[in-house]
């Protein structure tokens, strides 16, 4: 349990249902009626069949979302973004319903979500000045040049994203959520396409990011594995209620099954 003038979440999720996919079975939660920063990250099911999440993310911690395709990952991510309207329920940044300042909420979090969002008659380069640009976070060409060879791509600085591979793009569209250093990360899949060195800069990049105090959120079949300190103490169970201060606290991710 947390002070009670612990800072609020960064990112909270009350009683989410998605009005389309996944979202429709799987875990049954424990905790309803929680006071406010003791929420355990849980799903419940209502009578209609529909799954309703909740959970609390403080600074430092992850989120790791897993389940079967069409479990409902993306829709989650989505609401979570602002993509997609829930059925029910609200998602609150620092206490605060995201619904009454949009943009202030927009401009503290990055989102990937399956495609890379990229313009294929663009270079690397300029990709990621437009993106950076959008995102409110413009950098100098110096910057995102370094960016570009932290992930290997300072050879494709002037190629065409178009001419890039699938592993290509993912680590461009990384690279700019990496450099534009929004405190909340939005992640669906980012190890798709991904080869082991990728992988290992990858974990190496949230593990940083969790270090300097932000939050993700992050949907993968796959577990980091490459990243101890993200994988210690992960549980699971046929009905898991995941308490995330619990496990944030002591510098470890919480797996969800919504498989």
Same mark, same amino acid.
């Given at each position: 349990?947390?002070?009670?003038?612990?800072?609020?979440?960064?990112?909270?999720?009350?009683?989410?249902?998605?009005?389309?996919?996944?979202?429709?079975?799987?875990?049954?939660?424990?905790?309803?009626?929680?006071?406010?920063?003791?929420?355990?990250?849980?799903?419940?099911?209502?009578?209609?069949?529909?799954?309703? *999440?909740? /959970?609390?993310? =403080? +600074?430092?911690? @992850?989120?790791?979302?897993?389940? $079967?395709?069409?479990?409902?990952?993306? #829709? %989650?991510?989505?609401?979570?973004?602002?993509?997609?309207?829930?059925?029910?329920?609200?998602?609150?940044?620092?206490?605060?319903?995201?619904?009454?300042?949009?943009?202030?909420?927009?401009?503290? *979090?990055? /989102?990937?979500? =399956? +495609?890379?969002? @990229?313009?294929?008659?663009?270079? $690397?380069?300029?990709?990621?000045?437009? #993106? %950076?640009?959008?995102?409110?976070?413009?950098?100098?060409?110096?910057?995102?040049?370094?960016?570009?060879?932290?992930?290997?791509?300072?050879?494709?600085?002037?190629?065409?994203?178009?001419?890039?591979?699938?592993?290509?793009?993912?680590?461009?569209? @990384?690279?700019?959520?990496?450099?534009?250093?929004?405190?909340?990360?939005?992640?669906?899949?980012?190890?798709?396409?991904?080869?082991?060195?990728?992988?290992?800069?990858?974990?190496?990049?949230?593990?940083?990011?969790?270090?300097?105090?932000?939050?993700?959120?992050?949907?993968?079949?796959?577990?980091?594995?490459?990243?101890?300190? @993200?994988?210690?103490?992960?549980?699971?169970?046929?009905?898991?209620?995941?308490?995330?201060?619990?496990?944030?606290?002591?510098?470890?991710?919480?797996?969800?099954?919504?498989?």
């Amino acid at each position: 349990m947390r002070p009670a003038d612990a800072p609020p979440p960064l990112l909270s999720a009350c009683e989410l249902r998605s009005p389309r996919g996944g979202l429709n079975g799987g875990l049954n939660g424990e905790q309803d009626g929680a006071p406010h920063g003791e929420r355990r990250c849980q799903a419940r099911r209502d009578p209609y069949g529909t799954r309703a *999440v909740s /959970f609390d993310l =403080h +600074a430092g911690q @992850l989120l790791h979302v897993q389940g $079967a395709n069409g479990s409902g990952k993306t #829709s %989650l991510l989505r609401m979570l973004a602002g993509l997609l309207r829930p059925l029910s329920g609200a998602v609150y940044a620092q206490g605060c319903d995201v619904r009454r300042d949009p943009p202030a909420y927009f401009a503290r *979090v990055a /989102f990937l979500g =399956h +495609a890379n969002g @990229l313009t294929g008659e663009l270079s $690397a380069l300029e990709n990621m000045r437009y #993106s %950076l640009h959008v995102a409110g976070t413009p950098q100098d060409d110096d910057a995102i040049a370094n960016a570009l060879r932290t992930w290997r791509l300072d050879a494709c600085l002037h190629t065409p994203a178009a001419r890039l591979s699938q592993g290509q793009g993912r680590r461009l569209a @990384l690279a700019a959520v990496v450099l534009g250093g929004k405190p909340l990360w939005l992640l669906d899949e980012p190890d798709a396409g991904l080869d082991a060195a990728s992988l290992d800069q990858l974990w190496a990049m949230l593990n940083t990011h969790l270090d300097r105090g932000g939050a993700a959120v992050v949907a993968s079949h796959r577990v980091p594995a490459s990243a101890p300190m @993200l994988t210690q103490g992960l549980t699971a169970s046929r009905t898991p209620t995941l308490n995330l201060d619990d496990y944030a606290d002591a510098g470890y991710a919480v797996s969800v099954s919504a498989a």
